[in-house]
């Protein structure tokens, strides 16, 4: 697929993949969920990529929400399938990816922009991101996760209060609620995510994978979460990693892990 919304660059098994309209903020649009969904499954099937980070072009926005124009004149049917292809294609699909996601938050996420952060693994912001989900102040609600990830992350009160208030926070703010793993100046963004992604990959991609689904397994309906790990857990010593990670320790020197997903 020819890119026209995203670039997409691989450098040392990490995929850099940075929304480019910024004349619109970023915003997200049909097509640039497809283009998003088209490089994450990329990134999956992919020997060179170990980590995926995902930011936004420039330095006011990472997604400063969905593209409104595209959906004002929607009807029921036509909102409930943007949202049921939203999830499917882009949003679900990066949060359940076996491969590592880090937002790297470079200013506003709003509406869509925080659904994305949300649903990736790890969520570095810039001292200057501002975040909240508006949807209702619009006669919305958030149509992307908002409503379960939030709850997830944040704690149903908090989630209530951002959600029916419509209001954004600060890059502290989101920090205190949990929102945030670390707060960074806008210079050190990029980097900080690098360095993130460089401890992942020292570890087993095997490993790295399976503790994604089990974490994942506590939010799930259709799982035990801890009956799930017990299964993981031992289904992980009938594989290489383990035994080139437990030689490597014994052995005193680093592990050289298969860097097959």
């Known amino acids: 697929m020819k890119y026209e919304n995203i670039i997409v660059d691989t450098e040392e098994k990490i995929q850099i993949v940075t929304i480019n309209r910024p004349s619109k903020l970023n915003a997200l649009n ?9 490089a994450i499954d990329a990134a999956e099937a992919s020997k060179d990529v170990s980590v995926v980070i995902i930011t936004g072009k420039g330095e006011k926005a990472f997604v400063a929400g969905a593209d409104i124009s595209e959906f004002s004149s929607f009807s029921a049917e036509e909102g409930r399938l943007l949202s049921k292809n939203g999830h499917e294609k882009l949003f679900n699909r990066i949060d359940n990816l076996k491969t590592p996601v880090i937002a ?10 925080l659904e994305l952060a949300m649903a990736a693994h790890i969520r570095l912001f810039s001292e200057n991101a501002k975040v909240g989900l508006p949807e209702t102040s619009l006669g919305l609600i958030p149509g992307y996760g908002g409503t379960q990830r939030l709850a997830q992350i944040a704690g149903k009160g908090r989630a209530m209060q951002m959600i029916l208030s419509a209001e954004m926070i600060d890059a502290s703010t989101a920090f205190n609620f949990g929102i945030a793993n670390a707060v960074l100046p806008l210079e050190n963004l990029m980097e900080a995510s690098k360095k993130q992604a460089e401890k992942i ?18 939010y799930s309906s259709e799982m035990n979460g801890l009956e799930h790990e017990v299964d993981t857990f031992g289904s992980c010593f009938d594989t290489s990693d383990f035994t080139e990670g437990v030689h490597a320790f014994l052995e005193k020197r680093n592990a050289n892990f298969n860097n097959n997903h």
């Open 104 to 113: 790297a938050v470079n200013g506003f996420a709003l509406g869509g922009g």
């Open 201 to 218: 990959i020292k570890n087993s991609p095997m490993a790295v994978a399976k503790a994604i689904q089990c974490i994942n397994a506590n």
């Open 30 to 38: 049909q097509k640039t969920i497809e283009e998003l969904s088209h």
